[in-house]
């Protein structure tokens, strides 16, 4: 069993700092005291440890009293003992850290000194007492001054820490979570249209059925792949195979879809947030649209990268859902913008900025 826990901040220091307690039996044993004043003595260490050890632990505004305790048992004993100089070290050495700023523990040092010195006169306490109790508190103290500010921007580093470790995981849930809808909102329409597919053409073609279960096999494996991926922040495809990806969902749907794009050299970044914007909006025309025709365009234009997903569904709401949101998130992030119209089916514009990375190979 431990007398002692050890603290977290200051370690073994406190007991260390205990050595100069010493200073408070030189007298009665030098003097051969009697028995009294060895009572009085003892008493006085049994009072001041417990202040001691809990002013390293309380909060405000407990330390301010244990602090002022210590000051005044220093103060009380000094007329029959100089060694009581040390209480006023050990109260003027934690002024520092019982405060916010060295303005204040200057003040509230200052003051302590102040009241020594009337004490020292009004009493003519020998110079055994008052020079220490001055001249070594002062020096402890505005030492302590430094390492107390140290201690205090330390603290507000580690919450800043704190704090910025807190924001990263929230990002990180957060992106996981519109990554998830990407794959999964997408993946998922995709096998429920194969699965009605086969189901229509289980008695009138056995071999296309079994070809779209054997699709619908792949793309539910797929699915896991890229959810896997997508924890791991790694799991958009690029442009090139969305677009075909994109035609070929679009097509089993019994949409007719244009596609037009310009090849382009896109930093991974750019591509990644174009593609994934590209799934989410052949997913929302998969599950709302209802539509016949579709065009997908990518295009370079007044110094940006154009990307457009337009059907001739029946358009919608103007409230946007956890899957356009993320996409907005996305596309903002980069510095682009992105534009909805629902008035003839819907429009969805995405525009990006074209940074010193991105190269047009050819129109």
């Known amino acids: 069993m431990k007398i002692f826990k050890v603290d977290e901040d200051h370690g073994w220091m406190p007991l260390v700092w205990l050595a100069y307690l010493v200073f408070f039996f030189i007298h009665p044993v030098a003097d051969r005291v009697g028995a009294r004043e060895w009572v009085a003595t003892l008493l006085a260490v049994a009072v001041f440890l417990p202040l001691y050890f809990f002013t390293y632990r309380a909060a405000r ?3 301010y009293l244990t602090v002022a ?31 916010d700023s060295e ?55 580690k919450m800043a820490h704190t704090e910025i ?30 699965s009605e597919l086969a189901g229509k053409l289980m008695d009138s073609n056995p071999a296309q059925a079994k070809a779209e279960i054997a699709d619908v096999e792949h793309t539910a494996r797929q699915a896991l792949a890229e959810v896997r991926q997508a924890i791991g922040g790694y799991r958009a495809t690029g442009i090139e195979e969305e677009f075909r990806h994109a035609k070929a969902t679009l097509e089993t749907a019994g949409v007719k879809v244009e596609c037009q794009r310009a090849p382009l050299t896109l ?10 914007a590209l799934r989410e909006s052949v997913t929302n025309v998969l599950r709302h649209a209802h539509a016949q025709h579709c065009q997908l365009r990518l295009d370079q234009s007044n110094g940006h990268c154009r990307l457009e997903v337009h059907d001739d569904g029946r358009g919608g709401s103007q409230v946007e859902g956890n899957g356009l949101r ?6 903002e992030a980069l510095g682009g913008s992105l534009a909805r119209d629902t008035s003839a089916g819907t429009r969805v514009t995405i525009l990006l900025p074209v940074t010193a990375e991105t190269e047009v190979i050819s129109a």
């Open 267 to 276: 930093p991974p970044t750019q591509e990644s947030v174009l593609a994934l």
């Open 69 to 99: 305790g210590i000051a005044l048992m220093g103060m009380g004993f000094a007329p029959f003992n100089a060694g009581a100089a040390c209480f006023i070290i050990y109260a003027a050495a934690f002024l520092p850290f019982i405060v």
């Open 165 to 194: 470790e807190f924001l990263a995981k929230v990002a990180e849930r957060e992106r996981i979570a519109r990554d998830l809808h990407d794959v999964l909102g997408h993946t998922l329409s995709l096998i429920t249209l194969k």
């Open 103 to 157: 303005l204040a523990a200057v003040a509230l040092l200052a003051g302590l000194m102040a009241l020594v010195g009337i004490e020292a006169r009004v009493l003519h306490l020998p110079l055994g007492f008052t020079l220490p109790a001055v001249f070594f508190s002062a020096l402890i103290s505005v030492g302590n001054i430094f390492f107390a500010q140290r201690a205090r921007s330390l603290e507000k580093l």
């Open 61 to 63: 505004p407990w330390c």
């Open 326 to 331: 993320g996409m907005r998130e996305r596309v």
